[in-house]
C-alpha cells in the first residue's frame, strides 16, 4: 500500500478523514462529606492507685445522601422449628444398635430405629414445620445397616453349622 492518495473516478466526491473527535473534559471529583472529629478518649480513674479507664463517646452516625450504610442485611428474627421426637428417638436408637454390636441388643435397637425413622419421615412429609428429616435419615441408614450386618452374619453362621458340621467336632476329638 502506497502513501500517495489515489484521485476518485470522476464525478464522485473525494473521500476526506472524519475530523478528529473533540477532547472530553474529565469528570470532577465529587465532594467527600466532612466528617465530624471524636476526642480523644479521656482516663478516668475510679480509686486512687487504680489503673486508668478509658471511656470513648459513642458515636453518632447520620447517613449522608448517596452514601450506602454498611454492615449486614438485618433480617426479622423467626423462632426455630421443633425437632420431631420420633426423628431424634430413630438417631439414637440406630447409634445404639452400632455401639452395642456384640449384644442382642442392636438387633432391637436397629428395628426400633427403621420404624421410628420412617414415622418420623412420615411426619415430617405432613408437616413442613417440623424439623428433623436428616436426623431420621440418618436413623433409617444406621438401622437399616445394623439389621443387613445382622442378617449376614445369622446367614453365615447357619451356613456354617450346615456345611462345616459345628455338631461333628466333638466326635473328631473322642478317638
Known amino acids: 500500500m502506497s502513501d500517495t492518495p489515489t484521485p476518485p473516478p470522476t464525478g464522485e466526491p473525494a473521500l476526506t ?6 477532547p472530553v473534559p474529565p469528570p470532577a471529583a465529587p465532594q467527600l462529606p466532612a466528617h465530624p472529629v471524636q476526642p480523644a478518649p479521656q ?6 492507685g487504680a489503673p486508668p479507664t478509658y471511656s470513648t463517646p459513642t458515636p453518632t452516625t447520620v447517613p449522608q445522601p448517596g452514601y450506602p450504610l454498611y454492615g ?3 433480617y426479622p428474627a423467626t423462632a426455630p422449628r421443633p425437632t420431631s421426637g420420633l426423628a431424634v428417638t430413630s438417631l439414637i ?16 435397637a436397629s428395628i426400633a430405629a427403621v420404624i421410628t425413622g420412617h414415622m418420623a419421615l412420615g ?10 428429616r436428616g436426623m431420621a435419615i440418618a436413623g433409617l441408614i ?4 445394623m439389621i443387613a450386618i445382622g442378617a449376614f452374619t445369622l446367614i453365615g453362621i447357619i451356613i456354617s453349622f ?3 458340621g459345628a455338631f461333628s467336632l466333638p466326635f473328631v476329638y473322642s478317638r
Open 17 to 22: 478523514p472524519p475530523p478528529p473527535p473533540a
Open 43 to 48: 482516663p478516668t480513674q475510679s480509686y486512687p
Open 72 to 74: 449486614a442485611p438485618v
Open 93 to 108: 436408637c440406630g447409634i445404639a444398635g452400632i455401639v452395642l454390636f456384640w449384644a442382642i441388643v442392636p438387633v432391637l
Open 123 to 132: 411426619l415430617t412429609k405432613r408437616d413442613p414445620g417440623i424439623a428433623g
Open 142 to 145: 444406621l438401622g437399616y445397616a
Open 162 to 164: 450346615l456345611f462345616v
